[in-house]
């Protein structure tokens, strides 16, 4: 099994900033693509951010030039930095990998517990 568990949501004003942080644990041979997804109420759930083993990242369009995302291969972590915050950024944020746990194994999406990250006006 595997457990990702994230961390760094909360009250922010507009304009500010937060960093998320998950971290993946337990049977892990390989991570082949770590990143975060949002659902704000009555939203569907929505790419934020993603990243490949290889390093290259995917921006939804609303948070381009404002969000980055990198991953610590070393320590099966991925990180979200959220700069320039706006209301309409309030949701609920989700980490996500897509991990092979054995050499033979297939690939098998996880999803974190979810972290609230709340942008005031």
């Known amino acids: 099994q595997v457990q990702l568990v994230e961390s760094g949501g909360g009250l922010v004003q507009a304009g500010g900033s937060l960093r998320l942080s998950c971290s993946a644990s337990g049977t892990i041979f390989s991570i082949n693509r770590m990143g975060w997804y949002r659902q704000a109420p009555g939203k569907q759930r929505e790419l934020v951010a993603g990243v490949i083993s290889g390093g290259v990242t995917t921006y939804a369009d609303s948070v381009k030039g404002r969000f980055t995302v990198w991953r610590d291969n070393a320590n099966n972590t991925v990180y979200l930095q959220m700069n320039s915050l706006k209301p309409e950024d309030t949701a609920v944020y989700y980490c996500?990998?897509?991990?092979?746990?054995?050499?033979?194994?297939?690939?098998?999406?996880?999803w974190g517990q979810g972290t609230q990250v709340t942008v005031s006006s």
């Open positions: 996500a990998a897509l991990v092979v746990t054995g050499l033979l194994s297939s690939e098998t999406d996880y």
